[in-house]
């Protein structure tokens, strides 16, 4: 790029596009998709990384039938995807959904606000699609992208949380990540105060405490108020709310004491955070170190850094999920 440029509207104009790479790097085009607890996004990912287009519908809620509805949202958008860019001819897919997740054996086992059990997600996509499917958790999805490409990058032993409706974090130790069969990083519901109740049928769950939902509905319920998130909350605290300072706090105390317990089990270098409640920043990380600092004694101190991949960390992720899916079926072929 030029910095010498008399006109630069003009060099614009008559420089060709430049072949900037996508986030992703060179490599097959995929097809990703994130089901999330409120939104669905699916993805078109072109041979140089590029996100072509992200779509984004509402995902469907319909009691036991909602794995088949989450399956006619993905075909459509698959359909829609490939209709406006014919070009791209994805050779492989990567699928993401919440709740608890069989990554090996392809299963939603089940998503306590989604209400599937069982549901066979990678053989019906693999089926609908006409390729072959990458299925795993969305959190996990989205900690690998911020593992591979964003601020946990650096580091061997991380955990990345996403703290937005619920918590959760994906585990990596000694640059791998460690699934669990499918249970690990499940720091949402670990026991951190006597209440309030869990929708897991747990009390004082980190989740029912620290969430970005639990953060708003903990301040309407003590003051009657109608706030719509946590950063209402945390605007209101700024304000001198006292009870939004106590809701907040409470949070951050709830968040730093489970940290406490990740750490002394783990010894992370690295905590990375997202989701919707690391959008607050340094009013969130600088009170949190803080008070993780003064619950520790001699553990290792992990540095604790926003997630840096962004919005569409869970499509990437099943991009680059679809990716290593091809890449080892040329390994082995
Ligand atoms: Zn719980």
Redesign the pocket.
């Known amino acids: 790029m030029s910095t010498e440029s008399v006109n630069p509207a003009v060099d614009a104009a008559v420089t060709a596009p430049p072949a900037v790479a996508g986030p992703l790097g060179s490599g097959a085009p995929v097809l990703a998709f994130d089901v999330g607890g409120t939104d669905t996004k699916a993805a078109l990912i072109d041979d140089a990384g590029r996100l072509a287009e992200v779509l984004r519908l509402p995902t469907p809620h319909d009691g036991p039938g909602t794995g088949d509805a989450v399956m006619r949202t993905i075909d459509g958008m698959a359909a829609g995807l490939r209709a406006q860019h014919p070009e791209i001819v994805p050779r492989a897919a990567g699928l993401l959904v919440p709740g608890h997740v069989d990554d090996d054996a392809g299963i939603g086992i089940f998503a306590e606000n989604l209400g599937w059990h069982d549901f066979p997600f990678r053989d019906r996509a693999e089926q609908s699609l006409g390729l072959p499917v990458s299925f795993s958790h969305d959190v996990r999805g989205a900690g690998e992208a911020e593992h591979r490409l964003g601020a946990a990058a650096p580091f061997r032993d991380v955990v990345v949380m996403a703290i937005g409706t619920g918590i959760a974090g994906a585990v990596f130790l000694d640059g791998r990540i460690h699934t669990g069969g499918g249970m690990a990083g ?1 720091m ?4 951190v105060a006597d209440g309030p109740a ?6 004082g ?4 405490v620290a969430s970005a939902a639990a953060i708003a509905r903990r301040y309407n319920a003590l003051t009657g108020a109608e706030v719509h998130g946590a950063r209402e909350v945390l605007a209101r605290a700024e304000a001198g709310d006292d009870a939004a300072r106590s809701v907040w706090d409470s949070a951050v105390d709830a968040l730093a004491l489970d940290l406490s317990h990740t750490v002394a089990l783990l010894a992370p270098e690295a905590i990375v955070i997202g989701g919707g409640l690391a959008q607050a920043g340094p009013a969130l990380f600088g009170p949190l170190a803080e008070k993780l600092e003064r619950i520790l004694t001699f553990q290792r101190r992990p540095v604790l850094l926003p997630a840096s991949v962004g919005e569409n960390a869970g499509v990437i992720g099943a991009g680059l999920r679809a990716r290593d899916l091809l890449a080892a079926a040329e390994a082995t072929s």
Do not use: Y
């Open positions: 499940e949402g519901h670990s026991r869990c929708a897991c049928g747990g009390m769950c980190l989740e029912a």
